[in-house]
């Protein structure tokens, strides 16, 4: 059973803005969360992550600056607000939960079912 939920995605053009939610379920409330992406052919990459209280975030060094990672953990969600996007984020993008916080994907214990983006040129 898959438990965490993404949401949000779609096709953009250049420049444009998308916000992926992900909603937890209660079990997970409080864990530290990720976000991750798997283009094409590709591994799949590190691109977030905030620690359970929210006060602690990272970026792969790719995506600093442009996209935003955030919590609501009353409503029990994680939101990626990714902002002047281009072709080369066009993944599909994966909220995962971990017990530590961690860009490695091998902590990460739950996966969501991922969310397709796609930038167009």
């Known amino acids: 059973q898959v438990d965490l939920v993404e949401s949000g995605g779609g096709l953009v053009q250049a420049g444009g803005s998308l916000r992926l939610s992900c909603a937890l379920p209660?079990?997970?409330?409080?864990?530290?969360m990720g976000w991750f992406r798997q283009a094409p052919g590709k591994e799949r990459d590190f691109v977030a992550a905030i620690s359970g209280s929210g006060r602690t975030t990272d970026y792969a060094e790719s995506v600093k600056g442009r996209f935003t990672i955030s919590r609501d953990n009353a409503k029990n969600t994680v939101d990626l607000q990714m902002n002047n996007l281009i072709p080369e984020d066009t993944a599909v993008y994966y909220c995962?939960?971990?017990?530590?916080?961690?860009?490695?994907?091998?902590?990460?214990?739950?996966w969501g079912q991922g969310t397709q983006v796609t930038v167009s040129s």
């Open positions: 995962a939960a971990s017990f530590i916080f961690t860009t490695s994907a091998a902590p990460y214990r739950d």
């Open positions: 209660g079990r997970l409330s409080g864990s530290d």
